[in-house]
Every structure is written in structure tokens, then in C-alpha cells.
């Protein structure tokens, strides 16, 4: 098992900045990927951006040039960086790991909201 721990979310103004965290224990072993999805009211579960065990980033258009992932593999922490943070950009912001060969966690959620 796996156990993810988010953090960092809260109430920003438009054009903001905020970081999140999600640190993975358990059996951290044989982790693929590590990235974070986003639940608005009413939508689906997208996906922000995803980081590879290898360091190859993904992101979805509507934030690339704003959010920037990266890991700590020693610490076995995933990151997002937002800046530039846009109203449409509040959502509920959950980890997510990819460990080979099929399995998948989520963290519980941290609520990012974005307004004046």
C-alpha cells in the first residue's frame, strides 16, 4: 500500500501563486509516475500534469508557462508550483502515483481557490 499526504492549498487572488505538496510512504517501490489531476464542481477529473520516474513532464494546455511539477525522490515528494493563478483554475487538486505494473493511488484532495 501506499499512502499519499497532500498539502498546500488555500485561497489565493488571481494572479497568485501557491505550491503543493504530496509525499508518498508505504510501498513506494516500483513507482512509474507521480502527478496531480483537478475536480471543479460539476466536471470531470482532469489531469494537470504528470512527471515520470525518468523526470519527463506533461502538462495540459491550459496551464503550461503557469504550473511546473517536479519531485524529490529522496523524500519521495511530488511538487506543483501555480503562479499566475486564474479564477478558472479552482478546483480540488489530488495526487496521483502510478505504480508498475497497474496499480494507482490518489491522495485525498487539497482545495485550490482562485478570487478576489
Known amino acids: 500500500q501506499v499512502q499519499l499526504v497532500e498539502s498546500g492549498g488555500g485561497l489565493v487572488q488571481p494572479g497568485g501563486s501557491l505550491r503543493l505538496s504530496c509525499e508518498a510512504s508505504?510501498?513506494?517501490?516500483?513507482?512509474?509516475?507521480m502527478g496531480w489531476h483537478r475536480q471543479a464542481p460539476g466536471k470531470q477529473r482532469d489531469v494537470v500534469a504528470r512527471?515520470?520516474?525518468?523526470?519527463?513532464?506533461t502538462y495540459v494546455d491550459s496551464v503550461k508557462g503557469r504550473f511546473t511539477i517536479s519531485r524529490d525522490n529522496a523524500k519521495n515528494t511530488v511538487y506543483l508550483q501555480m503562479n499566475s493563478l486564474k479564477p478558472e483554475d479552482t478546483a480540488v487538486y489530488y495526487c496521483?502515483?502510478?505504480?508498475?505494473?497497474?496499480?494507482?493511488?490518489w491522495g485525498q484532495g487539497t482545495q485550490v481557490t482562485v478570487s478576489s
Open positions: 512527471i515520470t520516474s525518468g523526470g519527463s513532464t
Open positions: 508505504g510501498s513506494i517501490s516500483g513507482i512509474t509516475a
Open positions: 496521483k502515483i502510478d505504480r508498475a505494473p497497474f496499480t494507482v493511488y
